[in-house]
C-alpha cells in the first residue's frame, strides 16, 4: 500500500491509498476532487473506497465530485455521522474493521471535535514496521482539535486510545497546525528538551514550506500536551491530577492562545 499526502485548501491534507497491484486507489477525507482525481490520473487508478473520519465540509467537501466520477466508490464514515457525509453507505463503530490493499484498518470511535469523529490505523504489514493512523481532527502534531460537539472528558478518553498504539505508528493528522501547535504547547511545557529540539526542526522544516505530517506517535507522547495529562508539567499548570481536568484546562488554555 503506497500512501499519498495531497495539500489542499489553505492548510488540509488529503490522504491517497494506492494499490499498485491492481491500480485501485481509496482516499481519506477528500476536502475537494480536483487534486484527488490530478493524483489518480497521474497513477491511472480507480477510486473504489473514500474513508472519511468526520463530517466537516473540509473533510467531506469532494465526496459528490468523486462520486459522479466514480459510481462505484464505497464511502464509509462514523456510524454516528448517518445524514452527514454525502454519499456514506457504511456506518463504523468502535472496533469494527475495514480493508484496503488486503491491510486490514481497525476503527476507533474519537468523539470530542464531533459527536461522530472515527479514525482508522491500518496494522503493521510485518512485525516492526510502523501502523498507519488516519486520525482527521482528533490528535494533530503537536496538538489536537477543538471540541466542537464533544466534552473534555470524551476528548480524553478518545485521545488515550489512541495514545495506547505503539510508539512507532505514523499519524497522519487531517492538518498542517504543527507549528502553532508547538508554539502553544512550549508555553505550558517549557521545561521538555524533546519539544523545544521538535519547534526548532518543525520552524526549520515550515521555512522550506515541508509537510510535517506524518508525525511519530513517540513524538507525539513525549512532546504533545493533549497526550501529556500525566506529566508533572502539565499537572502543575493545570493546578490538578486529574487527567479531564488537566487536559481541559490545557484545551481551554490553547482555545485563547
Ligand atoms: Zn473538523
Known sequence: MEIYRLPARSDNY???????SNR?????????????????????????????????????????ELLERFPEAEVYGGAEDQGRIPGQQHYLRQGDRVTFAGRPAE??????????HIAYYFLPERSGEPGELFCGDTLFAGGCGRLFEGTAEQMTISLG????LPDNT????????????????LSVDGENAELRSRLDKTTAA??????????????????????RWDSAALQAVAQSQDAVTVFGRIRSMKDNF
Not at 486510545?161 to 495506547?164: D, G, I, T, V, Y
Not at 505530517?213 to 507522547?221: D, G, R, T, Y
Open 170 to 185: 505514523r499519524v497522519w493528522c487531517g492538518h498542517e497546525y504543527t507549528l502553532n501547535n508547538l508554539k502553544f504547547a
Open 161 to 164: 486510545k489512541l495514545r495506547q
Open 206 to 227: 515550515r521555512q522550506q514550506n515541508q509537510p510535517t505530517v506524518p508525525s511519530l506517535l513517540a513524538e507525539e507522547k513525549a512532546t504533545n500536551p493533549f497526550l
Open 24 to 64: 485501485t486507489a481509496a482516499v481519506i477525507d477528500p476536502a475537494d476532487a480536483p487534486p484527488v482525481l490530478t493524483k489518480l490520473d497521474q497513477l491511472g487508478a480507480t477510486l473504489v473506497t473514500i474513508f472519511n473520519t468526520h463530517h466537516h465540509n473540509d473533510h467531506v467537501g469532494g465526496n459528490r
Open 14 to 20: 488529503i490522504f491517497v491509498l494506492y494499490n499498485p
Open 107 to 116: 476503527v476507533f470511535f474519537v468523539p470530542g471535535h464531533t459527536r461522530a
